[in-house]
Nanobody, 121 residues
Framework: QVQLVESGGGLVQAGESLRLSCAAS????????MAWYRQTPGKQRELVAA???????NYADSVKGRFTISRDYAENTVYLQMNSLKPEDTAVYYC???????????????WGKGTLVTVSL
């Protein structure tokens, strides 16, 4: 049906930047909200940033002023620009999207497999 593929993760030092990308593909009719979540072993998955179909954004307090979420509506792609990275940002980052397909008459959540971001001192 639908596939979300993340890219851009890697190993960086504190203070450096990374840009994550997530492209949705498949029999997509429309996409509402797209978002980035992250999860560390032993910790519950948390919302990092979200962006609606109208371009409104929401950020976790811990990343406000450092991260920026954006999307390319024509390409069904969402980005997460991460600046001034801290060791506390280390986690697997997951792409999430609420998508209505060509087959079904309702929307549902889809998840990417995740991309690892490691920030060292």
């Amino acid at each position: 049906q639908v596939q979300l593929v993340e890219s851009g993760g890697g190993l960086v030092q504190a203070g450096e930047s990374l840009r994550l990308s997530c492209a949705a593909s498949g029999r997509i009719f429309s996409i509402n909200t797209m978002a980035w979540y992250r999860q560390t072993p032993g910790k519950q998955r948390e919302l990092v940033a979200a962006i609606t179909s109208g371009g409104r954004t929401n950020y976790a307090d811990s990343v406000k002023g450092r991260f920026t979420i954006s999307r390319d509506y024509a390409e069904n792609t969402v980005y997460l620009q991460m600046n001034s990275l801290k060791p506390e940002d280390t986690a697997v980052y997951y792409c999430n999207a609420a998508i209505r397909t060509m087959t079904s008459g309702y929307g549902m959540d889809y998840w990417g497999k995740g991309t690892l971001v490691t920030v060292s001192l």
